[in-house]
T-cell receptor, first 113, second 117 residues
Framework: AQSVTQLDSQVPVFEEAPVELRCNYSSSVSVYLFWYVQYPNQGLQLLLKYLSGSTLVKGINGFEAEFNKSQTSFHLRKPSVHISDTAEYFCAVVDYTGNQFYFGTGTSLTVIP | GAVVSQHPSWVICKSGTSVKIECRSLDFQATTMFWYRQFPKQSLMLMATSNEGSKATYEQGVEKDKFLINHASLTLSTLTVTSAHPEDSSFYIC?????????????FGPGTRLLVL
């Protein structure tokens, strides 16, 4: 089975500052990795995903993430955040053999003006 | 991009009534759909996996007789909360799986907020 750990439950950051949201996973098999964003009272929107190839993945809204197999991490980064980035961010993993997603507990990003 | 819709977005009902929530993949066919439940400030909890034309697979602890799932077509899955009680009040989110680029991605609906009085 897989598991996902998002170490930071809340991350406050000033507007235009950089941010990194951490995600670590554990799995005995190869996995695909995803980051989703959830705005208040809405469903989840796919930010980016890693399936294969380049370990640096670029997503929407200026976000990017880097897959590090040795450290089993998939941290999400943005060089300069905006107020509109305030939301809940979820990291998820699915293994090659199945289609069940395992979600982290989420990180609440608050951008301070 | 892939779009998944849910209807209704909000529902308030009396205790003891049944509520049906629809999940549709609008621009792709989804062989597999998932139903999640999310409590305030928590992550998503997978309730069941629904495959078109077959019975849904429920996660441990989820009552299949209470949460009826019907996956009638490749673009529609429904979740019926039978005899709803206040503790069933929650945010229900569906997702539909699409295989792209050698990997499967889930696209999520906007969610349905259920309030049982």
């Amino acid at each position: 089975a897989q598991s996902v750990t998002q170490l930071d439950s809340q991350v406050p950051v000033f507007e235009e500052a950089p941010v990194e949201l951490r995600c670590n996973y554990s799995s005995s098999v190869s996995v695909y990795l995803f980051w989703y964003v959830q705005y208040p009272n809405q469903g989840l929107q796919l930010l980016l995903k890693y399936l294969s190839g380049s370990t640096l993945v670029k997503g929407i809204n200026g976000f990017e993430a880097e897959f590090n197999k040795s450290q089993t991490s998939f941290h999400l980064r943005k060089p300069s955040v905006h107020i509109s980035d305030t939301a809940e961010y979820f990291c998820a993993v699915v293994d090659y053999t199945g289609n069940q997603f395992y979600f982290g507990t989420g990180t609440s990003l608050t951008v301070i003006p | 991009g892939a779009v998944v819709s849910q209807h209704p977005s909000w529902v308030i009902c009396k205790s003891g009534t049944s509520v049906k929530i629809e999940c549709r993949s609008l621009d792709f066919q989804a062989t597999t759909m998932f139903w999640y439940r999310q409590f305030p400030k928590q992550s998503l909890m997978l309730m069941a996996t629904s495959n078109e034309g077959s019975k849904a697979t429920y996660e441990q602890g989820v009552e299949k007789d209470k949460f009826l799932i019907n996956h009638a077509s490749l673009t529609l899955s429904t979740l019926t909360v039978t005899s709803a009680h206040p503790e069933d009040s929650s945010f229900y989110i569906c997702s539909a799986a699409q295989v792209l680029g050698g990997g499967e991605t889930q696209y999520f609906g906007p969610g349905t907020r259920l309030l049982v009085l």
